[in-house]
């Protein structure tokens, strides 16, 4: 079967059309743009570096101020020092991080995509660099049409270097979150990384270079399921990047000259900067999409041909769908933004903000464990007593050692035998064997809840409870 016959058998039935599931990437040649959003975009791409570049380096209490150590199982964020049993403050969060994420999109849209995700801020350094070394939009895209040549490949060297470098670094601060930067930087100046560290700095450094690099806004358009279900988060009354038809419709050129009324024409002068400007290469005045990332970099690029054209700006501006049927100012979607949902969000996630916030200010930095010893459930002792064993876990939280007292409760006449005060050190955890015991005439036989407790007493004040059962044979 020839080549023609295959692609007949193939196509199916006549009239069918075959639609590709994937459409082979065209290269997008972003224009650098300025004006109000890209300064904000500039100011967070600065701040959320500073902080994850930053934040490794800062100390406190004598050690790494951020630090995620897995093989201790200790978290330290700050003065908080969380162990795997405080993972509902983990659970917390993401909740939070959810519910944010929901209320922003129903207010303003792709605030996150736009300003603060990884992918977008990468982007936009990888972007900058490759406009220092290979020039403007229209250098680039020349200086790809060009054969190569000594000229081209030192300028490809030097961007895939320099991003190289920068993956590297990005891949170095990651596991410096879990291993101590400042012994991950010896290591690495003395070649002494270990498998671990090494394998997550190149595979972290991988990613960032090939998302960032070479994928850019493949991402944003197939990978991220966000820009898939946006659609559920929208409403008419979201604030969204939007096109005025009404004001820029018909489009077409003209002179600065030209009354665009008295030409028929609309404030669309049809120069496609909009779509030069876009990183993921859309065309805004064909309505939303779900490409769109909300970096407002088409309106700062409308407005500033509308400032050389003489005509007013927001052509492209944010808007809402219902501002933009009805024609609302500004007061009118503000009022609007104050709606049912947002209100519901709002309310739900101020009050899991509230709740994690107390609850980590009123955490008791001490916690107990009772475990029974299985080889010595319950015995009899000289004078009628009765006696059981236990290891008792004494963990302490805080950066700080403490002196802490022992006690029982639960059972008539029941004691604490042997020594009851013990010293923790700082973040750390102590068994401590625990005998406690009873008058054998004073209880029946059978096992009886009795509650053990832990006391600080040094501040006084912090108390942990667990309960546990005493055998009686």
């Known amino acids: 079967m020839n080549d023609t016959l295959k692609t007949a058998a193939l196509a199916g039935p006549p009239g069918d059309i075959e639609e590709p599931l994937y459409e082979v990437r065209k290269k997008i040649y972003p224009r650098a743009v300025s004006g109000w959003f890209a300064r904000w975009r500039l100011a967070l791409v600065l701040a959320t570096q500073l902080v994850f570049y930053g934040t490794p380096w800062l100390t406190w209490n004598a050690r790494q101020a951020v630090l995620f150590d897995l093989a201790a199982r200790k978290f330290y964020v700050f003065g908080l020092v969380l162990w795997p049993q405080d993972f509902i403050y983990l659970t917390l969060l993401l909740v939070i991080s959810a519910l944010a994420l929901f209320?922003?999109?129903?207010?303003?849209?792709?605030?996150?995509?736009?300003?603060?995700?990884?992918?977008?801020?990468?982007?936009?350094?990888?972007?900058?660099?490759?406009?220092?070394?290979?020039?403007?939009?229209?250098?680039?895209?020349?200086?790809?049409?060009?054969?190569?040549?000594?000229?081209?490949?030192?300028?490809?060297?030097?961007?895939?270097?320099?991003?190289?470098?920068?993956?590297?670094w990005t891949g170095f601060s990651f596991v410096g979150y879990f291993t101590p930067i400042r012994e991950l930087a010896a290591e690495l100046a003395s070649f002494g990384l270990g498998p671990w560290e090494t394998f997550w700095i190149l595979f972290y450094g991988f990613a960032t270079y090939g998302n960032a690099g070479w994928m850019r806004e493949q991402v944003c358009t197939y990978m991220c399921p966000y820009a898939r279900f946006q659609s559920a988060m929208f409403d008419p009354d979201t604030m969204i990047i939007t096109y005025d038809p009404a004001r820029?419709?018909?489009?077409?050129?003209?002179?600065?000259?030209?009354?665009?009324?008295?030409?028929?024409?609309?404030?669309?002068?049809?120069?496609?900067?909009c779509v030069q400007v876009c990183p993921t290469g859309i065309d805004i005045r064909n309505g939303l999409q779900y490409e769109c990332i909300g970096c407002a970099a088409c309106i700062d690029g409308c407005d500033q041909v509308m400032a050389k054209m003489g005509y007013p700006p927001g052509l492209i501006r944010y808007s809402t769908e219902n501002a933009l049927r009805q024609c609302w100012d500004f007061a009118r979607i503000l009022r609007r933004a104050f709606r049912p949902r947002v209100l519901v969000y709002s309310a739900v996630l101020g009050t899991l903000v509230l709740g994690l916030a107390l609850s980590l200010v009123l955490r008791v930095p001490l916690k107990v464990d009772v475990i029974r010893d299985r080889g010595s459930l319950s015995r009899e002792i000289e004078g009628g007593m009765i006696e059981n064993v236990y290891q008792l876990q004494i963990m302490n939280t805080e950066e700080a050692p403490h002196h802490f007292r022992i006690g029982a409760g639960g059972l008539p006449t029941i004691e604490v035998v042997g020594e009851d005060a013990v010293e923790v050190a700082a973040a750390t955890t102590r068994l401590v064997p625990l005998r406690l015991r009873v008058d054998g005439d004073a209880v029946g036989r059978g096992s009886h809840r009795i509650e053990v407790s832990v006391s600080s007493l040094d501040p006084p004040g912090i108390v942990a409870r667990e309960r546990s059962t005493f055998v009686v044979r």
Do not use: N
Not at 133 to 154: Q, S, T, Y
């Open 248 to 273: 820029g419709e018909p489009r077409g050129g003209r002179s600065r000259s030209t009354d665009p009324r008295a030409a028929g024409l609309g404030d669309c002068i049809d120069c496609e900067i």
């Open 103 to 168: 209320l922003f999109t129903a207010v303003a849209g792709r605030l996150w995509c736009g300003y603060a995700c990884p992918q977008t801020v990468y982007t936009e350094i990888f972007l900058w660099i490759e406009r220092k070394i290979e020039g403007d939009r229209a250098r680039r895209m020349k200086l790809d049409r060009e054969p190569f040549g000594a000229r081209k490949l030192g300028l490809k060297s030097a961007k895939h270097a320099a991003w190289i470098a920068l993956a590297l």
